[in-house]
């Protein structure tokens, strides 16, 4: 129980256009849910927290406006990357509150893009 | 949130216990000890957490100090499967709660 999936897995893009994430509790309804980018040997970044029937909240420095998030049902919440350029490429994570967990945090399996 | 403090890198022989220290003297009396790890390209794995109790599940168990600004992940009977990036977090327990990610322990289990 408690499984968090993400779709696709791998994206390529070309720069300049848009690429759209999305991560779903599958057996949860999730509230919140959070999304992350990581960089090569690096930790995990915290972008945003992504609430369901409101605005996203950003942390600092992350461009709300290149990084549209969207959490329009207690299950879906989706990432848009929009204007892509190389520097995007990343591995992004989304995350929920799984209550079989204590209401510990589940992960997704992460999206791979690669943006040429 | 408060911030947690890893060494960088361990190692363990298969089959002995791994013992992963986190050092979280700023912690506050509302926020929860999450321990995570990830392997290479996945998605963060959820191990356990505690407040300040001991906690023992299936994978691991958790031993946080009485003064609870320290805390310690056990992993009983280490194989190389459990070679990971090992992420300790501590984060307030409500809807607001976020997990912020420090750098990690890079636990390299050896034959």
């Known amino acids: 129980g408690a499984v968090v999936s993400q779709h696709p897995s791998r994206v390529i893009c070309k720069s300049g256009t848009s690429v759209k994430i999305e991560c779903r509790s599958l057996d949860f309804q999730a509230t919140t849910m959070f999304w992350y980018r990581q960089f090569p040997k690096q930790s995990l970044m915290l972008m945003a927290t992504?609430?369901?029937?409101?605005?996203?909240?950003?942390e600092q420095g992350v461009e709300k406006d290149k990084f549209l998030i969207n959490h329009a049902s207690l299950t879906l919440s989706t990432l848009t990357v929009t204007s892509a350029h190389p520097e995007d490429s990343s591995f992004y994570i989304c995350?929920?509150?799984?209550?079989?967990?204590?209401?510990?945090?589940?992960f997704g399996s992460g999206t791979r893009l690669t943006v040429v | 949130d408060a911030k947690t403090t890893q060494p960088t890198s361990m190692d363990c022989a298969e089959g002995r216990a791994a013992n992963l220290p986190c050092n979280h003297s700023?912690?506050?009396?509302?926020?929860?000890v999450y321990w995570y790890r990830q392997i290479h390209s996945q998605g963060p794995q959820y191990i356990i957490h505690?407040?300040?109790n001991n906690e023992t599940n299936e994978m691991a168990s958790l031993i946080i100090t009485e003064d609870r600004k320290s805390s310690t992940l056990i992993l009983p009977h280490a194989t190389l499967r459990d070679t990971a990036v090992y992420y300790c977090i501590v984060s307030i327990y409500n809807q607001g709660g976020k997990l912020i990610f420090g750098q990690g322990t890079e636990l390299s289990v050896k034959p």
């Open positions: 505690g407040l300040k």
């Open positions: 995350s929920a509150r799984a209550p079989n967990l204590g209401y510990g945090y589940t």
């Open positions: 700023t912690i506050s009396g509302n926020e929860y």
């Open positions: 992504s609430n369901e029937g409101s605005k996203a909240t950003y």
